[in-house]
T-cell receptor, first 114, second 114 residues
Framework: AQSVTQPDIHITVSEGASLELRCNYS??????LFWYVQSPGQGLQLLLK??????LVQGIKGFEAEFKRSQSSFNLRKPSVHWSDAAEYFC????????????FGTGTQLKVEL | DAMVIQNPRYQVTQFGKPVTLSCSQT?????MYWYQQKSSQAPKLLFH???????NEADTPDNFQSRRPNTSFCFLDIRSPGLGDAAMYLC?????????????FGSGTRLTVV
């Protein structure tokens, strides 16, 4: 069965610093990978997704993610963090054989220090 | 704007008293999902509808039921809420290729059981 691991439960960065959130996946075939962001008390918003092709994917709000098959990773990055980026971030893998479902990681809570 | 709307945003119910959460969508997506999200945990899929076909996850308690009277609406019924059912409930939709394209989420309903 597919699974997603986000090894960092909490991360704190200073505003203006760079950010990298880690995601490792387990999936038997070509993965479809996603990053979502959840602000407090809100639903999840799609940041970006990877299907195939270029391994560097651009998303909304200045985020990007790089797919590395050899490391089974799909890390999320942002060159310069803004205070409004404080939120919880979820990585997910799509299971095309199991009802087109997404399996989510446990999330990384991002705190931004001013 | 096309969107997924969940009502109410906050719901307080008594232990053992049936409660219904509502989700509507203007996207005309044929798949609707219900996720349960407890604090600091990954969203957990309860069930989903592909058109009128109901798909229950194996570990979803019998206490949780769902109805989809038409394409636009889907309801989550909790027959006898326990304290452990307090959580954020997220509704999501997809056009059938959720594993490929991701989901569109509503803002969630925060359920409190007293």
């Amino acid at each position: 069965a597919q699974s997603v691991t986000q090894p960092d439960i909490h991360i704190t960065v200073s505003e203006g610093a760079s950010l990298e959130l880690r995601c490792n996946y387990s999936y038997g075939a070509t993965p479809y990978l996603f990053w979502y962001v959840q602000s407090p008390g809100q639903g999840l918003q799609l940041l970006l997704k990877y299907f195939s092709g270029d391994t560097l994917v651009q998303g909304i709000k200045g985020f990007e993610a790089e797919f590395k098959r050899s490391q089974s990773s799909f890390n999320l990055r942002k060159p310069s963090v803004h205070w409004s980026d404080a939120a919880e971030y979820f990585c997910a893998v799509g299971d095309t054989g199991g009802g087109n479902k997404l399996t989510f990681g446990t999330g990384t809570q991002l705190k931004v220090e001013l | 704007d096309a969107m997924v709307i969940q009502n109410p945003r906050y719901q307080v119910t008594q232990f053992g008293k049936p409660v219904t959460l509502s989700c509507s969508q203007t996207l005309n997506h044929n798949v609707m999902y219900w996720y349960q999200q407890k604090s600091s945990q990954a969203p957990k899929l309860l069930f989903h509808y592909y058109d009128k076909d109901f798909n229950n996850e194996a570990d979803t308690p019998d206490n949780f039921q769902s109805r989809r009277p038409n394409t636009s609406f889907c309801f989550l019924d909790i027959r006898s809420p326990g304290l452990g059912d307090a959580a954020m409930y997220l509704c999501a939709t997809s056009s059938g290729g959720g594993a490929f394209y991701g989901y569109t989420f509503g803002s969630g309903t925060r359920l409190t059981v007293v």
